[in-house]
């Protein structure tokens, strides 16, 4: 288990900051524009509220760093995740050839996925970092399709908001605006390095989203719903705003 009483802290301190310099001002415009955040209320709501908004309306389409192969990790490190599922046990002994994606919610073509299926999809490599809120980071290579591509083959409704997405560790989910989603470099990830994902980082499937803290890159994804309210889910997995990780965690 992480150390959720520090982060707690820190984060306090962030807020007291941010209500002395008056950001509820700044968050009051963000409203009227429609750029609010589902962690809006509470504690840290304004702070989050700008920063969201902030991002969404200057930097919507940048590109995270991507680095050369020189620059890859030697030795990248793997987050110890908690006790995995016994069905992740039975699905590892058989090599993965069952592990499903299946797409849900607000699309045109609900489906399923093996991986070997989304490996016949548009191929794509990316060397980006992943950085914990924790303060490491680590260069690698991913390989992947990216996400975009899988929503345009079940056919995202307009209406789409968010992507929610589920890990096989039942605590592990989160969720991702549409702009996030359909970034060119948020990719399903099947690859790391040459070799298929490696499962202490997230094998056989990951969703990398290299603009965001590491927490938002959730491991063993299963399952992906497209709402248009975030509101009809409860709130994020064990990485919650709660426990001070924020919704939006742009890097
Ligand atoms: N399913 C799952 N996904 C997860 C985690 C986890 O414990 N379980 N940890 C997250 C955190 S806090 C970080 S920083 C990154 C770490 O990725 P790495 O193990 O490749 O370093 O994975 C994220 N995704
Ligand atoms: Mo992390």
């Given at each position: 288990m992480k150390e959720l009483s520090r982060r707690r802290f820190i984060r306090g301190g962030l807020a007291t900051v941010a209500g002395l310099s008056g950001l509820g001002v700044a968050a009051g415009l963000a409203h009227k524009y429609g750029l609010v955040p589902p962690d809006s209320g509470g504690l840290y709501g304004p702070g989050e509220t700008l920063t969201y908004a902030a991002q969404r309306l200057l930097a919507r389409h940048s590109l995270a760093r991507e680095f050369?192969?020189?620059?890859?990790?030697?030795?990248?490190?793997?987050?110890?995740?908690?006790k995995l599922p016994d069905e992740f046990t039975r699905l590892q002994a058989g090599r993965f050839a069952d592990w499903r994606l299946s797409i849900d919610g607000l699309v045109d073509r609900p489906g399923s996925f093996s991986i070997d299926q989304l490996k016949s999809y548009l191929s794509k490599n990316q060397i980006t970092e992943v950085a914990c809120e924790e303060g490491w980071s680590y260069i690698a290579e991913w390989h992947g399709v990216p996400l975009s591509h899988v929503l345009d083959l079940v056919g995202t409704r307009p209406e789409a908001r968010y992507v929610v997405y589920y890990s096989i560790q039942p605590d592990w989910w989160s969720s991702i605006d549409i702009a996030e989603a359909t970034h060119p470099q948020t990719f399903l990830t099947y690859g790391m390095n040459g070799n298929d994902l490696p499962v202490p980082h997230g094998g056989p499937l990951r969703l990398r989203l290299p603009r965001q803290l590491g927490y938002k890159s959730v491991k063993f994804i299963t399952r992906i719903t497209?709402?248009?309210?975030?509101?009809?889910?409860?709130?994020?997995?064990?990485?919650?705003?709660?426990?001070?990780?924020?919704?939006?965690?742009?890097?």
């Open positions: 050369s192969r020189d620059q890859i990790s030697p030795r990248p490190f793997a987050d110890p995740v908690g497209v709402t248009d309210d975030l509101r009809k889910f409860p709130k994020q997995g064990l990485a919650n705003p709660a426990d001070g990780y924020a919704w939006y965690a742009g890097i």
